[in-house]
């Protein structure tokens, strides 16, 4: 699997994410730089800068003459991260749907993507889709410090693995629950759209209301 050496970082830095959340490598386990880089066919500087990000996002962590292992995400990091999800998306709904009021294009596409990736039980796709669909959201408030806390606290990590935890038989009721999302922000009903999010959110997330 050659690299190329632009983006040899990025691309090191997605696939050990995408194994970490899909549970190649376990809650412990050592990543060896050397291994990876002879793997993926490329030298071990560009490994150690995307252990250096993965360290930033609290994925992995690294200790002198240990090395660098996966982290373990506790269900109280999940549950704290959510709530303050919650709060901020709620206040997201709020700014943002006066600029989405009968302009809701852009979220009807993000989910019909995911409503076909909860049917088809594709977690992968259904994440990607669904945090691009919030994401959009919160930027529609126009609020650019909003965005940059909200994009802090929703890691993809922290995400996916919420939702790793939430079984097949659920992910269709999870995409379905959006919906109504949708019709509040084409109407341009802030109040309600905010705590549908917040809602959403703390059922979904393993949070009580």
Same mark, same amino acid.
């Given at each position: 699997m050659a690299l190329s050496r632009a983006s040899a970082r990025d691309q090191i830095k997605q696939i050990l994410l995408e194994r970490i959340l899909n549970g190649y490598y376990k809650p412990g386990e050592r990543l060896i730089e050397l291994h990876i880089a002879n793997e993926l066919q490329t030298s071990?500087?560009?490994?150690?800068e995307a252990f250096?990000?993965?360290?930033?996002?609290?994925v992995v962590e690294t200790e002198t003459y240990k090395g660098t292992r996966v982290r373990a995400i506790s269900q109280k990091e999940?549950?704290?991260?959510?709530?303050?999800?919650? %709060?901020l998306e709620e206040l997201a709904?709020?700014?943002?749907?006066?600029?989405l009021k009968d302009n809701v294009k852009r979220l009807e596409d993000q989910s019909r993507k995911f409503l076909k990736a909860a049917q088809e039980k594709d977690h992968t796709k259904y994440s990607q889709h669904d945090i691009e669909f919030h994401r959009i959201i919160v930027e529609e408030s126009k609020n650019q410090l909003l965005l940059n806390i909200w994009e802090s606290v929703v890691l993809e990590s922290?995400?996916?693995l919420t939702?790793?935890?939430?079984?097949?038989?659920?992910l269709e009721d999870f995409a379905e629950a959006h919906l109504p999302v949708i019709d509040a922000l084409r109407k341009g009903d802030g109040k309600g %759209?905010?705590?549908?999010?917040?809602?959403?959110?703390?059922?979904?997330?393993f949070m009580d209301k």
């Open positions: 071990q500087a560009p490994v150690r250096r990000f993965l360290e930033a996002m609290r999940l549950e704290d991260s959510s709530q303050i999800r919650a %709060a709904g709020q700014l943002a749907a006066p600029n922290r995400f996916r939702l790793n935890r939430i079984g097949d038989d659920q %759209a905010g705590k549908l999010l917040k809602n959403l959110i703390c059922k979904f997330h």
